[in-house]
């Protein structure tokens, strides 16, 4: 097997030596793993398979987002999203990475997604036989006194190997000859090479002799590196300068003045004249930098600062010192000056933020990670280590990791973006040193909105006064709600809540627009078919899922007057407002003639009626009181006064554009005889009435047993019944001591009957009163009101005989018992005679509606 095989199968054992300690110490070092990699690996060695150490789902990784989050400034190492394997990205120099360090380590954070996951990865550069030895100078020349002892020392170039351990300079050797050989002394870590002379010099057999020096390291196979040596041999100069020491120690704080002395070397020369002056110089094969930064005085051997001294470039420079004569040939001899760098506080940490996103959720959990922040100081001892904290105030925090000077930015708290939609937290890293030093660095992030805000209305309920007989399609009222959160979750619709589509679902008749909230009504409200009534809007908004909310919106109908008088009495057979009216000649002055009876359906002002004598025969004779209707006479009649007189009166309301009807009454004076006639036929009418009193007595009875049945009946009903009624029938206006009426009328060829009540002066009908409606329960018992109408009417039109008449009078029992009728919706009639010889009939009829 070659050497090549044995060494890489020496790296994989190695290797997997690091894994299965790892895996035995896992839970010692928590979420971290440590690999090894030689140098000079070609790009796409596999370093290892992160994603099966740490137990991670390959088919998850690019879902996750699995990838390298930081490492060194330049990535070396990628990973496979696919397979989870660690691999080498581009050639790796150790001793350009880690500059000459034993451990050469890169720390890696490998990042996980969905939860969030950090595993830290350590990967060891380990070192291969890269490098050749190499000597500062190609040559080096030294001048030998001729008379020189054998066994006198020449330091020579130390060869340099960046490669470290084994694969540094093991050995040098020296080539063939008869007067020099080769001695290694061991100095620290170096070892520097000294020609011995074992043998003396002799000027005029050989004046030049060349040498070469051959350093080799112990890599396998190995590698080499010549120097050249010519030696000249000078005459004699005995003594070489001497230093009082071998190795000069000194302590230097970095980032010290320009000029400082650091440290004085001291050598001395037995010799006299030239041959005893020391001249002190640097060895020519240091490094170049040491020039930059320190000087040496050639004539006192004082080590100066020349450049900027930082501890973080190198904390400690060996420097060597050759002491020369000015014999000749001269004499030298050197020294090693170790000069140490101490720390001081003069770096501010680095903080290194990343952010997984600019935005975050409102509805964040508390715990959720933010950012991954990491901090650096290239400073040591406590001037390296850090604290961080960040702004107060905030519902942030920062949680450290299993590493130094590792934290996450979480949430501590429940976020509110209609509170506060942006945050700048700074974040502020100080180390421990004397006086310590800071950082600062600022995250900015939003909050992304929710929706976790309803629409609300800017009042609840909403009071609509609309004016009745508005048009229909046209717009009568706007609403509008708002929504703190954003764009769509703020985008509002509006809609109305339907009922079962009754017709006492006022809404049916209403459309609303769904983006600004007009309210269209799609009909013309009536104040007298509906005074109040209220439907609700829903505001939704456009979120998911979406949130509503509604509003009630109370509409109260205002009248108009739109409804004339409508006249009640007088009314004639053919339904036109005209009455004849007969009294006696001997009335008095202020007898009541009669009442002109009218019925405006408008409320308020607009329903208040007022009465005027528009034509009248005699202005002297007859006066109408203008707020009852009532026609009373002014004055006694007189023979000269006319036997008939017609009167026109004029009823108006009072609304702003006022409405009137008209009403004829003819009055016709008579003598009293006439009056007695009518007395006679009340006395014929009392005659018949003796024959059928045993047939009301019986028929009074049975009528007593069914209203007593029907009482009990009736309460029963009403202790069952939970329904509040009082907001289906609400209560009557007042009234001038009438109850409610009906007068049939004809117009054209259409038959009307109006049915309403006498309101008061000065009364008004509040919204919501229905004292200008009859309840009417079905047809049945309007009909049987209908029946009972026409009951004192043979089918001729012509009055009944006695019999009907006394049956007719059971009628009258009715009247007597109608209060205690009026709660069972019932219907009672009196019959009244009017004087006069046309015997006409007067009809009234009192109803009171169920639960008025």
């Avoid at 690091?18 to 839970?27: I, P, Y």
């Avoid at 209707?629 to 026109?648: M, N, P, S």
Wanted: net charge negative; glycine share 6%; hydrophobic share 35%.
């Amino acid at each position: 097997m070659t050497d090549a095989g044995q060494r890489h199968r020496g790296q994989l054992w190695r290797i997997a030596l690091c894994v299965s300690l790892l895996l035995s110490f896992g839970e010692r070092i928590s979420a971290q793993i440590r690999y090894s990699v030689p140098e000079e690996a070609k790009e796409g060695t596999i370093v290892g398979n992160i994603a099966k150490d740490f137990g991670l789902d390959v088919s998850t990784l690019v879902e996750r987002r699995f990838r390298v989050v930081s490492g060194s400034k330049e990535a070396l190492f990628e990973v496979n999203q696919n397979n989870g394997v660690l691999y080498v990205e581009k050639k790796i120099d150790r001793e350009m990475l880690c500059n000459g360090n034993e451990a050469c380590v890169i720390n890696l954070k490998i990042a996980v997604e969905n939860p969030l996951e950090i595993h830290y990865v350590a990967i060891e550069i380990t070192d291969v036989n890269d490098h050749s030895p190499t000597f500062t100078d190609n040559e080096n020349r030294l001048e030998i006194a001729e008379n020189t002892q054998p066994g006198a020392r020449f330091q020579l170039q130390t060869a340099h190997d960046p490669d470290l351990g084994t694969h540094g300079v093991r050995l040098y050797k020296l080539s063939q000859n008869e007067h020099f050989d080769l001695e290694i002394r061991d100095r620290g870590d170096d070892k520097l090479p000294f020609l011995i002379l074992q043998k003396p010099l002799d000027r005029e057999r050989k004046a030049e002799h060349t040498l070469i020096l051959t350093a080799t390291d112990g890599g396998s196979p190995p590698r080499s590196g010549n120097l050249n040596i010519t030696i000249s041999v000078l005459d004699i100069n005995d003594n070489r300068p001497a230093f009082s020491q071998d190795v000069y120690s000194a302590t230097l704080h970095e980032n010290v003045d320009v000029g400082t002395t650091v440290i004085k070397v001291f050598a001395t020369d037995l010799d006299e004249g030239p041959n005893g002056d020391v001249i002190y110089s640097f060895v020519s094969h240091l490094n170049s930098k040491v020039f930059d930064i320190f000087s040496l005085d050639s004539a006192t051997g004082d080590i100066l600062v020349k450049g900027g001294v930082d501890f973080e470039k190198n904390a400690v420079y060996k420097l060597d010192v050759q002491a020369s004569d000015n014999g000749q040939p001269p004499t030298t001899s050197d020294c090693r000056v170790v000069i140490k760098i101490q720390d001081i506080n003069d770096n501010q940490p680095d903080i290194e933020v990343t952010s997984l996103s600019n935005v975050v959720s409102e509805d964040s959990k508390p715990g959720t990670v933010i950012s991954l922040i990491s901090v650096t100081d290239a400073d040591s001892g406590l001037n390296g280590k850090v604290k961080c904290k960040i702004s107060e105030n905030v519902p942030f925090e920062l949680k450290p990791s299993i590493q130094d000077n590792m934290y996450s930015l979480v949430t501590k708290a429940r976020l509110d973006r209609e509170s506060q939609s942006h945050y700048d937290i700074t974040i502020t890293a100080t180390d421990f040193g004397q006086p310590p030093l800071s950082a600062f660095k600022t995250l900015s992030f939003g909050i992304s909105d929710v929706n976790d805000n309803s629409p609300e209305f800017p009042q609840n309920p909403f009071e609509l006064y609309l004016v009745e007989n508005n048009a229909a399609g046209a717009s009568i009222f706007s609403v509008s709600a708002f929504d703190k959160d954003l764009n769509e979750n703020a985008e509002i619709k509006y809609h109305i809540l339907r009922g079962d589509g009754a017709q006492t679902d006022m809404a049916s008749f209403l459309n609303i627009n769904p983006d600004n909230g007009h309210i269209h009504a799609l009909k013309s409200f009536d104040y007298e078919t509906v005074k109040i009534f209220q439907f609700h809007v829903l505001a939704t908004d456009s979120g998911t899922p979406p949130l509503t909310c509604n509003a009630t919106v109370n509409v109260y109908i205002l009248d108009q007057n739109d409804n004339p008088p409508v006249i009640l009495s007088p009314v004639s057979s053919n339904g036109s407002a005209e009455g004849v009216e007969e009294i006696p000649r001997n009335v008095n002055a202020g007898h009541l003639v009669t009442k002109v009876r009218a019925y405006d359906a408008d409320a308020g002002y607009n329903g208040w009626l007022l009465f005027s004598l528009h034509e009248v025969t005699d202005h002297t004779l007859f006066g109408l009181d203008r707020y009852t209707g009532q026609i009373r006479t002014l004055r006694v009649f007189t023979e000269t006064d006319e036997a008939e007189h017609k009167l026109i009166i004029v009823v108006k309301d009072n609304g702003n554009v006022s409405l009137s009807a008209t009403a004829t009454v003819v009055i016709k004076v008579v003598e009293p005889k006439e009056a007695f006639a009518a007395s006679d036929l009340t006395s014929v009418v009392k005659d018949e009435e003796d024959n059928v009193t045993f047939y009301l007595i019986i028929t009074l009875g049975s009528v007593s047993v069914l209203f007593i049945i029907s009482i009990v009946i009736l309460i029963a009903m009403q202790c069952s019944k939970t329904t509040d009624y009082s907001s289906k029938y609400l209560q009557d206006t007042n009234y001038d001591g009438t109850l409610c009426h009906s007068i049939q009328y004809r117009s054209g060829d259409k038959r009307y009957m109006l049915v309403g009540p006498r309101m008061s002066i000065g009364s008004t009908i509040v919204p919501g009163s229905n004292g200008n409606t009859l309840v009417v329960p079905d047809r049945r018992s309007r009909a049987s009101c209908e029946n009972v109408h026409q009951s004192h009417l043979s089918n001729d039109g012509r009055p009944r005989t006695k019999a009907q008449m006394g049956i007719l009078l059971v009628c009258l029992r009715f009247v007597a018992l109608a209060p205690a009728f009026r709660r069972a919706g019932f219907c009672t009639n009196t019959l009244l005679y009017s004087r006069g010889s046309e015997r006409r009939v007067r009809r009234w009829k009192y109803c009171q509606g169920f639960g008025s």
